[in-house]
């Protein structure tokens, strides 16, 4: 889903299962807890759970558990009275109060304190906050949605997360897919971001992604999921010099670079030896995390060399002479291995 059109993206049974059991969920006034990797769209799972609800019209209040001081979060909370702490010169609500008749979204809930964790079990099991400072407790009608990418039955059992408060939030869990398992999802999903990034760049059209590209980004595990797929596609189509032409060229790592800071501050004194180290240094990505399930090792080794000469190919804008350079290949040599996997032109 993208926060800007509400609207969600995706075509994968394993991502509409999810979707569907939100949907399923969001009329009963239960917590529900959302699970899932960054970058999975749990905030964007906690907008609809409460967009489909009674609550529809009161506030939805959001608030990252990990983003304040263990100091501030029961004050963030619960609120305080004025002169409750040093800096507390007046008295202020907590989310629990801003969020009266509505939904309150914990996002990053197993980062919570052991006494916030307590607080926040007396607030959901009685319905009531007192603010810091007070012993007058305060009356909230309340929805709790909680997200986390922690495997929290592992930390109650490490003793960081309580179990009783685990148990009244986990009326519903709501385990969010991550990208590599939605399959069908990826070439959707960069379609979508790629022709909106091309509307806001004045394109006159969309062209699309080369082979190159779509073969990269459907073989890439996105660790970060649809959140940096986002950010790859929208790279891309901002970087491509040619709009008229497909988009041909990924870089995932918009940090990888030869003159990356911390390679070339820590390099040695340019010795022969330190020449040869730095010649045998790998310019292209090289991450056997992605190469899964290898059954035949010759095939495995050609569709990989196969997958380099793409890329460079690519990122020298199809230039042989340029792409033998940066391989540090001989034209001839450049020249058999393109013909050797069919890549001539």
């Known amino acids: 889903m993208d926060r800007e059109s509400h609207q969600f993206i995706g075509q994968s049974s394993a991502f509409l ?37 009674s609550r529809w019209d009161g506030p939805l209040v959001t608030m990252n558990c990990a983003a304040l001081p263990e100091t501030l979060i029961e004050a963030e909370l619960f609120g305080h009275e004025a002169g409750a702490f040093t800096g507390a010169t007046r008295a202020r609500e907590g989310r629990f109060e801003e969020a009266d008749g509505g939904t309150l979204f914990l996002d990053e809930l197993g980062t919570l304190s052991m006494g916030a964790q307590e607080r926040l079990l007396r607030s959901v099991e009685y319905g009531e906050v007192t603010r810091i400072g007070s012993s007058r407790p305060v009356r909230v009608d309340v929805r709790i949605v909680a997200a986390t990418n922690e495997h929290l ?25 991550p990208l590599r398992v ?6 959707v999903l960069s379609e979508y971001f790629g022709r909106r990034m091309a509307a806001e760049l004045g394109w006159d059209g969309w062209p699309g992604f080369g082979d190159v590209a779509a073969r990269a980004m459907e073989n890439y595990l ?18 491509w010099a040619d709009p008229g032409q497909p988009v041909d060229y990924i870089q995932f790592d918009p940090f990888d670079s030869p003159w990356r800071t911390g390679i070339a501050a820590s390099a040695p004194t340019h010795t022969p030896a330190s020449k040869e180290n730095e010649s ?66």
């Open 280 to 345: 045998t240094e790998p310019r292209y990505s090289t991450d056997l995390s992605q190469m899964v399930d290898v059954i035949d090792f010759r095939e495995a080794t050609e569709k990989y060399e196969k997958a380099v000469l793409e890329q460079a190919l690519a990122k020298c804008r199809y230039n042989q002479r340029q792409t033998a350079k940066a391989l540090n290949l001989s034209y001839d040599q450049l020249r058999h291995t393109l013909k050797k996997h069919d890549l001539l032109a």
């Open 17 to 53: 299962d999810a979707v569907e059991r939100a949907s399923r969920a969001a009329p009963l006034n239960r917590p529900v807890l959302v699970v899932g990797e960054r970058g999975t769209g749990k905030e964007l799972i906690a907008e609809r759970l409460h967009r489909l609800s």
């Open 182 to 187: 939605r399959e069908g999802d990826v070439e």
């Open 222 to 239: 996105w660790p970060g999921n649809v959140r940096e797929l986002r950010n790859v596609v929208e790279r891309a189509v901002y970087r």
């Open 153 to 177: 039955p592992k930390m109650v059992e490490t003793g960081k997360f309580r179990a009783d408060l685990l148990d009244r939030l986990c009326f519903e869990v709501i385990t969010l897919p």
